[in-house]
């Protein structure tokens, strides 16, 4: 079995990249993945540096 990764969100963050840019960065179009690294946020206690975007994002989709 693979060690656990010191970036423990760093697919979903990848995930959301590909989704982004896929979709002309409309982050609406993007929820599930987005709620996908904010899943995987809490789950690690935000300490994947993945994490910091997050906030930002939140904050588009709002809008």
């Known amino acids: ?16 990249q590909a989704c982004l ?8 179009k993007c929820l599930k993945v987005i709620q996908s690294l904010q899943s995987c946020c809490e789950q690690c206690e ?3 540096t993945h ?7 939140l904050k588009n989709i709002s809008k």
């Open 46 to 48: 935000y300490k994947s």
């Open 51 to 57: 994490c910091g975007s997050l906030s930002g994002l």
């Open 1 to 16: 079995m693979a060690p656990p990764s010191k970036e423990p969100c760093k697919k979903e963050a990848c995930d959301i």
């Open 21 to 28: 840019s896929k979709n002309l960065f409309d982050s609406k």
